[in-house]
C-alpha cells in the first residue's frame, strides 16, 4: 500500500457524469469535456517530467472548476483522482503530500455524496453496514466509486503511522470488489492490480493470499490486452517475489522491456512501468 498509488497516478481516467438538463447541461458538458481531453493529453504525455512540471496548472484549474460547480460529480471524480495521484507521485515533501491527498479524499467522497445522499459519511459506517451499501451502488457509478476507493487509498498511504487510518483497508478492498463486481474491465482491470496488491500486502504465513493476487493480475493483464505493462511489474514484484519465482519475475520484466510504451491512453504508466522495470531487474540476483 506505501507504494500503491504511486503506480495509479496515470490511469486517472475520468468518466464524467452529467447531472442537470437545459444550459447548466450544456455548461457541464463542455467542462467535462474540457476535463477529458487534459488528462487524456497527460495519459499519453511520453516525458514524465513534463507532466511533473506542468500538472500543477491543470490541478489550479479543476480546482477553480469545482468551487464554481460544486455538485458536478465528473468534475469530483477528476479532482479526486488527479490530486491524490499528483500528491503521491511527484510531492516529495510528506506535509504537502497529505494535504494534497487530503484534498482528493474529500472530493471522493462529495462525488459519491452527490451521487447517493446516505454516503455521505460512507466511510464512518461500521464495516457489515457499509458492505451492505456497496451493494446499492450500480453500474452507473462504477467510475464514482472507483474514485472514492482510489483517493481513499492515497489518502491512507500518507497516513500509514495511523492506526485507524491502516484499519480501514478492508474497506477500501470491499470498495474495489464492488467495482469488479459491476465492471471488471472499469479503467482497463485498475480494480484488479489494486486488489492484486492488497491481497499481497501480508506474508502468505500471516494471511496473504499470493495466489488470488496472481488470479487479479493475470486478469489486469488480459483485459488491458497485453497492452498495459503495468499489470506485469505489479505481477513480478508483488507476486512473483513473493513466491520467490526468479524465473518468472524476470521473464515477465524482460517483456516489460522488449514491449512499445505508446499505446492510447497507456503511454505513460507504461513508460513509468519500464523505469520501475529497469530498478527490480537490477536487483534481481540480490533478492533472490
Same mark, same amino acid.
Given at each position: 500500500?506505501?507504494?500503491?498509488? +504511486? ?41 514524465? +517530467? ?30 479526486? %483522482? ?16 497529505? /494535504?494534497?491527498?487530503?484534498? $482528493? ?9 452527490? +451521487? &447517493?445522499?446516505? #454516503? ?9 453496514? &457499509?458492505? $451492505?451499501? *456497496?451493494?446499492?451502488?450500480?453500474? %452507473?457509478?462504477? $467510475? ?29 478492498? =470491499?470498495?474495489?470488489? %464492488? ?11 485498475? =480494480? ?13 504465513? *500471516? ?5 488470488? =493476487? ?16 503495468? =499489470? ?6 508483488? &507476486? $512473483?517475489?513473493?513466491?520467490?519465482? !526468479? ?6 520484466? /524482460? ?17 513509468? #512501468?519500464?523505469?520501475?522495470? +529497469? !530498478? *527490480? *531487474? !537490477? ?6
Amino acid at each position: 500500500m506505501l507504494q500503491l498509488i +504511486r503506480i495509479f497516478f496515470v490511469i486517472a481516467v475520468i468518466a464524467p457524469t452529467l447531472l442537470i438538463g437545459g444550459c447548466s447541461f450544456i455548461a457541464n458538458k463542455a467542462t467535462n469535456a474540457l476535463a477529458n481531453s487534459i488528462t487524456n493529453g497527460i495519459l499519453n504525455q511520453e516525458d514524465p +517530467r513534463i507532466v511533473k512540471d506542468g500538472a500543477p496548472a491543470y490541478l489550479l484549474l479543476i480546482g477553480g472548476l469545482i468551487e464554481d460547480n460544486p455538485k458536478n460529480t465528473g468534475l469530483l471524480v477528476a479532482g479526486a %483522482r488527479l490530486y491524490g495521484s499528483y500528491g503521491s507521485v511527484f510531492v516529495d515533501e510528506p506535509d504537502r503530500a497529505r /494535504k494534497m491527498t487530503a484534498k $482528493a479524499w474529500s472530493y471522493g467522497r462529495r462525488a459519491l455524496c452527490q +451521487r &447517493y445522499k446516505q #454516503a455521505c459519511d460512507l466511510h464512518k459506517l461500521p464495516f457489515q453496514e &457499509y458492505t $451492505a451499501f *456497496l451493494k446499492h451502488i450500480d453500474k %452507473r457509478d462504477v $467510475a464514482v466509486l472507483y474514485a472514492y476507493a482510489v483517493s481513499w487509498a492515497g489518502w491512507i498511504q500518507l497516513h500509514t503511522d495511523d492506526l485507524n487510518a491502516v484499519a480501514s483497508i478492508p474497506k477500501v478492498r =470491499a470498495a474495489m470488489e %464492488r467495482v469488479v463486481e459491476l465492471d471488471d474491465r472499469h479503467d482497463g482491470g485498475g =480494480a484488479h492490480m489494486y486488489l492484486g496488491v492488497l491481497a499481497t500486502l501480508l506474508p502468505p504465513s *500471516l494471511g496473504g493470499k499470493p495466489k488470488k =493476487a496472481k488470479m487479479h493480475f493475470e486478469y489486469a493483464i488480459n483485459i488491458s490486452g497485453n497492452r498495459n505493462l503495468m =499489470a506485469r511489474v505489479l505481477f513480478a514484484e508483488r &507476486y $512473483a517475489r513473493t513466491v520467490f519465482n !526468479k524465473k518468472l519475475h524476470d521473464r515477465l520484466l /524482460k517483456e516489460v522491456l522488449a514491449s512499445k510504451v505508446k499505446e492510447p491512453g497507456l503511454t505513460l504508466m507504461n513508460i513509468l #512501468a519500464q523505469e520501475k522495470a +529497469r !530498478k *527490480l *531487474l !537490477k536487483s534481481s540476483k540480490n533478492y533472490f
